[in-house]
């Protein structure tokens, strides 16, 4: 058999490492047709615009890659080249002359360019090391730029941010995008173009030397490279990608403030590239996704998303070091020994119970929420279809039981999930 | 006289009033293997570091091929063709053996920073790096993570790193450390076997492996070079044998 398959399956970050970035070519055939063929089942604006953001995340989150995964660099004021790359297409969009000549899907590159441009300059003092230095740079650029908003109100429009009109653009072979879906697949081009490109950097000897800086940079330099200029490279190609990003927001909200510069944008895109795992291509991604999904449609069914979205983004960092990405990749050696059917009964038992067990405690949450919080007099909360009284003992312990049974039963049968779990990533035996 | 390919004077390195290495002067030909020995704490290390600018010389020169290092960078120093292995060692480990080996070999092959080529396109650079694999015993081991291996591999995978760039100048830093005896007896053949035709400098403790390979020695003692010469000279010194090789001669039996 393969000597691939001998890594320790209790230990995912090894064995994430061992696969590597190597990844085939059809669930990227798959995504892209998904992708085209999405606006066509969800027609409405709001679905396109949660589409949409999530897109311009998806750049973001990779381009965020680039450094946290690949460079090994922690930044924590990402958001500014993002930021700074939409503030200069919106006043791209407000110089009518020029932006009537000019069709809108080439605007993001302007985006990428400037978004590069501030790279350029930060980076030339920020690479110099990695690790803690480069984090409190980057943490205090950030902030900078982010305090400049204000004080610089000509570029950034003060509190208000500055705005512009997508559709005074030139007709791009008679699109005028007023349409969300026009706009929808002008992103989708840029993403699977960004992508493609980013993928591309990370094959190129500069894009694989990052990873060798980032594992030994003192190996990597008696190996004839200097670890600041590879940093400074990747840090350069990373602004340059969070500034398309930026570019894409400017034409679908026509609008940036300073929100989109400030230290919280950059932590969510952190998250992010964490939640999706930082090991993979393709991690950052599914953390776009996921995120997305959490942010806007968990949001329109309770205030406490945020709540929720962080319980997800700690377990994921405490359970699954390798985020989204590598728990999917966990599964790779079972599947190869062809014996990822052992895991399907034990998975059943044991995640079916522990989501209703995690439903009953968020129930039991969402009315403390309530209880504390809702208007006095206003004793009714509808919560998973039903309505109740949360002034009353009742529901209060069918929630309580529900948690308790739930989970309860999952800790019991998740010792079978274990031995199911070694079964089915070993070598031999019944298949 | 031809130039030397290495060539050592007056080095002098002090961390605040300590001085490690008191003023050594040595010059070591091309094409020479030479093995610098001496007990624990004698500075051999340090003299690595030095000629590698890992740390920077309070005083004195290093010169290879008649070209003086002062001031540049380890990179710049590879890239004039000095390379070196690690006493602890220095591997990528959560990249595969072959990555690792290619890795060494891209800036030799002139790809410096170029983000227009693919690597994996690159056919000649994978049988390159694959001979080197070859040579080194590991081709079995390709596309194992580098961290996952056994000691002795991955002392053989910090040599391949360390010869992949075509470096003439091979500067290895106790590469038998801590291995069994047919252990050391496989990295012995193999250093032999990658060093053909280039000027080998190892600091090693093995005796065996140091009469069995050096054309010359030297003694490190407290910072100084007490001895330089041939195996049987450098034995044969009542200085050394006092200092050092006696003690070790005599555990030896």
New interface residues.
């Given amino acids: 058999m393969n ?2 398959l001998k ?1 320790d399956p209790t230990k995912p970050a ?1 064995r994430m ?2 696969g ?1 970035m190597t990844i085939t070519l059809l669930p990227w055939i798959i995504a892209i047709i998904a992708m085209l063929l999405l606006p066509k089942i969800f027609t409405n604006n709001s679905a396109l615009t949660i589409m949409n953001q999530m897109s311009i995340t998806i750049i973001f989150a990779l381009a965020y890659n680039m450094l946290l995964g690949q460079g090994g660099m922690l930044s924590f004021g990402h958001a500014v080249y993002a930021g700074v790359g939409g503030f200069f297409c919106m006043h791209i969009m407000n110089m009518s002359d020029f932006f009537a000549a000019m069709p809108l899907p080439i605007l993001p590159l302007f985006g990428g360019l400037f978004g590069m441009g501030l790279a350029l300059i930060v980076g030339a003092f920020s690479t110099r090391s990695a690790g803690t230095v480069f984090a409190m740079i980057s943490l205090g650029v950030g902030e900078l730029i982010a305090a400049s908003s204000v004080i610089v109100v000509a570029f950034f429009g003060g509190e208000e941010g500055i705005s512009g009109d997508r559709t005074y653009a030139q007709p791009f072979f008679g699109v005028e995008f007023l349409q969300q879906e026009e706009v929808y697949y002008l992103t989708a081009a840029w993403v699977i173009i960004s992508a493609a490109l980013m993928y ?2 990370s ?7 990052a ?2 800086v980032r ?2 940079p ?10 600041r ?2 940093r400074y ?1 990747s840090f350069v ?1 990373s602004g340059f990608f969070a500034g398309v990003s930026g570019g894409l927001f400017a034409i679908n909200y026509e609008i940036l403030t300073e929100e989109n510069l400030n230290a919280y944008s950059s932590g969510i895109i952190l998250l992010v590239t964490f939640l999706g795992g930082v090991g993979f291509f393709f991690g950052p991604i599914i953390g776009a996704i996921v995120f997305t999904l959490v942010q806007t449609v968990l949001s329109l069914q309770t205030e406490l998303w945020a709540f929720y979205a962080g319980s997800l983004f700690v377990a994921t960092v405490m359970f699954f070091p390798g985020g989204l990405a590598g728990l999917i990749m966990m599964h790779v050696p079972a599947i190869k020994l062809g014996k990822w059917r052992l895991l399907i009964v034990p998975y059943f038992k044991t995640l079916l119970p522990a989501a209703i067990g995690i439903l009953g405690l968020c129930a039991l949450i969402e009315m403390i929420f309530h209880y504390r919080h809702g208007a006095t007099g206003d004793n009714e909360m509808t919560l998973f279809w039903t309505t109740f009284d949360s002034h009353t003992i009742m529901p209060w312990i069918i929630a309580g039981a529900i948690a308790a049974i739930g989970i309860g039963i999952a800790k019991m049968t998740a010792p079978d999930l274990k031995d199911a779990w070694n079964e089915a990533n070993t070598m031999g035996g019944q298949s | 006289m031809s130039t030397p390919a290495l060539e050592l004077s007056g080095l002098k390195k002090s961390f605040g009033k300590a001085e490690i290495i008191r003023g050594i002067d040595l010059s070591i030909g091309k094409a020479e293997r030479h093995a610098i020995i001496g007990p624990n704490g004698a500075g051999k290390s340090t003299l690595f570091n030095l000629i590698t600018a890992r740390f920077a010389p309070t005083a004195g020169t290093v010169k290879l091929h008649g070209e003086n290092l002062a001031g540049l960078e380890p990179f710049q120093i590879n890239r004039k063709g000095l390379s070196r292995s690690f006493q602890i060692t220095n591997i990528f480990p959560k990249m595969s053996v072959f990555e690792n080996i290619r890795c060494a070999l891209l800036w030799s092959n002139g790809y410096k920073y170029s983000f227009w080529n693919i690597v994996n396109r690159q056919r000649q650079l994978s049988e390159q790096a694959d001979a080197i694999l070859d040579q080194i015993n590991l081709l079995g081991r390709r596309d194992l993570p580098a961290g996952t291996l056994s000691y002795a591999e991955q002392r053989a995978l910090e040599i391949g790193i360390t010869i992949a760039g075509g470096a003439d100048v091979i500067m290895l830093d106790e590469p038998t450390a801590g291995m069994s005896h047919s252990e050391t007896d496989y990295i012995t053949d193999l250093i032999m076997k990658v060093t053909e035709g280039k000027t080998l400098i190892m600091v090693e403790h093995d005796m065996g492996v140091v009469f069995g390979l050096a054309d010359r020695i030297s003694v490190l003692v407290y910072g100084e070079i007490i001895a330089t010469g041939k195996p049987e000279d450098v034995r044969g010194d009542a200085k050394v044998q006092e200092a050092y090789l006696g003690a070790a001669l005599e555990e030896e039996h």
């Fill in positions: 000597e691939q890594t090894q490492r061992a590597g591309a950097w094959r190129t000897p500069v894009g694989r030397m990873n060798a594992d030994n003192e190996r990597a330099e008696f190996l004839g490279y200097s670890a200029w590879v490279y190609a």
